[in-house]
DNA sequence: TTTGCCAATACCTGAAAGGTATCGCATGAC
DNA sequence: GTCATGCGATACCTTTCAGGTATTGGCAAA
């Protein structure tokens, strides 16, 4: 049984004459009534009375028809689905990223992508680098949105933006009053970093900048990522250090302040594996590209007028 | 796109695996690769993730599949309930006859047609021989049980059975009393015939019998149909004459009698339009056959013994 | 580096679908 | 009754395409 022979039957079964129906279908009568009847063979049953100069269906027509019409619509619409799935326009794409990710353009690049694809359901969620990397890996997330990006050759990347380093700092009178705070002078403070585990982690960047300023914290909290360790620093426990972009949100108990001394950054990138080429990550990153490219160019033109 | 090509695929999606899946579909793999490739090429969809030596399938090739697994559901279906419908075993059957057949061995032929298909629904209707004819011309129904068989030379047909006529008299003491009736000592009654219209009908065949016993019926009630003239008996507007199968059912106010005289018998024919074909047709007068074989034996047995 | 597995490709063969011409049969006009 | 007409079925040819065998290519494990 083929579709082909179904389609030939309903314009048969509509039209009630095989000259019509071919015309319809575009081709010969003859090859038409053949392939009717070897559809009646092929049941077994008699689907049209024949009698007279006049065609009829018969019962087993009828359902045969009924039932043809369902297939052919159910056909139709896995045609259009899969080809739109297939396109990117519809289906779901699951997207992680670290949590001072969600201050910077990444908002807006989840939006943007929105409105390009509607249809497509985005699964959103939070969880630290290294545990991006194993969910990218085990294929249980598509996108992985990672600070620093993530070290492995099976993956796709695009950097979506460079920023400074800034100070996260407890709301105290002591830095309050500084009008300009030196890294250097910090070695007796508490520093609250993230991740705790695994090492090295973007904690071990900030004790990097620690060594390079002479120095190693007095004291050292180490919590799991960057929402916890902003908690602590509002509640006065120490100083952070986060992405510039953070300084955004602000949050009752933290202020947020420049510093003087060795600023390595920090890249936000996207990640995906490099199998991995459904059209919806694909498209995520067509559209992160254009956003990183825009989001360079404004800071280049902002760099340049001051 | 061809149904073999859905079943293709779904065999390689459940299998993910071309050789395996080429096997359980008994042909060789490199045809199969090339359908599923010529599918793909189709829906210009990726269908599988074909990356390393391991393969999986894309969020496109998931909705197809769901949908597949439907229409060849469905498919099948369509293909099981047509063949039943075809073969007879389902469907609908118009059905109408005289009132007069519901006494006899109508009711336990449609019974065994009844348990011989049970799925084939029975479209019952009673009306007179004019109506039938016309109802069967215009397809309204497909078998019409009447009396006197229909004469037309598009109908297939098969004599149910024969049967005498008996007189249908109200319960006075006057026809109590008699132990033996002559149809000749009828001629000052009331004759209760049907129906009226269209003319010639049964009551002319009463009318001929009363002719050949030399008289015309002093009185002539007539009616539509076979109960509405029992009914007037049954409240004393006259006699009728009616075949003896009715006579099994009792009714209060009519007794029924043999009487002595000509006695043309009456019989019961179904009849079907010659060009309809259908199974539930063809069945039903296989079964009629047989029931009326059957009578026929039987009432040759009882005549012999008597 | 080699071996093995597995899908893809090359090439051939055969079945089947489509086209043209024609037949057979019924209907309706004269 | 005969003839013309309409329509589905059949005969025969051509072309397309699905399936088979042999082989290649690429990746992964040994």
């Known amino acids: 049984m083929e579709f082909k022979r179904l389609r030939y039957f309903l314009a048969v079964a509509e039209e009630l004459h095989f000259g019509r129906a071919a015309t319809r279908l575009d081709m010969a009568q003859p090859p038409l009534s053949r392939q009717i009847a070897a559809l009646e063979a092929e049941l077994g049953v008699q689907l049209f009375d024949r009698s007279r100069s ?7 027509g009828q359902t045969l028809q009924e039932h043809a019409r369902q297939i052919l619509a159910r056909l139709d619409a896995a ?12 289906g779901r794409l699951r997207i992680a990223f670290v949590g001072s990710a969600s201050h910077g353009i990444l908002p807006n690049l989840i939006k943007a992508f929105r ?13 630290n680098n290294a545990d991006l990397q194993r969910a990218l890996v ?15 050759e099976e993956f796709r990347r695009e950097l979506l933006y460079r920023e400074k380093l800034i100070l996260a700092l407890p709301d105290t009178p002591h830095f309050a009053a500084q009008a300009e705070i030196r890294f250097a002078d910090l070695a007796d403070q508490t520093f609250v970093l ?10 071990d960047v900030v004790l990097g900048i620690c060594a390079r300023e002479g120095f190693q914290p007095a004291r050292l909290e180490l919590t799991q990522d960057f929402q ?42 996207i990640h995906a594996r490099l199998d991995n080429r459904a059209p919806q990550v694909m498209n995520f990153f067509g559209i992160a590209r ?13 760099q340049d007028a001051s």
């Open 228 to 269: 916890s360790a902003i908690s602590l620093v509002s509640v006065g426990v120490g100083l952070s250090v986060a992405p510039e972009s953070v300084a955004r949100t602000q949050r009752p108990g933290v202020i947020y302040r420049p510093y003087v001394g060795f600023n390595p950054g920090t890249a936000l990138t």
């Open 115 to 127: 409105s390009a694809y509607p249809e497509v359901e985005l699964a959103l969620s939070s969880m």
């Open 79 to 90: 045609y259009r689905e899969t080809k739109l799935i297939g396109a990117g326009g519809a």
């Open 54 to 60: 006049q065609i009829r269906l018969t019962q087993a």
């Open 138 to 152: 085990q294929r249980e997330i598509d996108v992985a949105v990672a600070r620093p990006e993530l070290k492995d």
């Open 290 to 302: 254009k956003h990183a490219r825009r989001h360079a160019q404004e800071r280049k033109t902002a």
């Open 194 to 203: 993230y991740p705790r585990r695994p090492r090295p982690s973007y904690a």
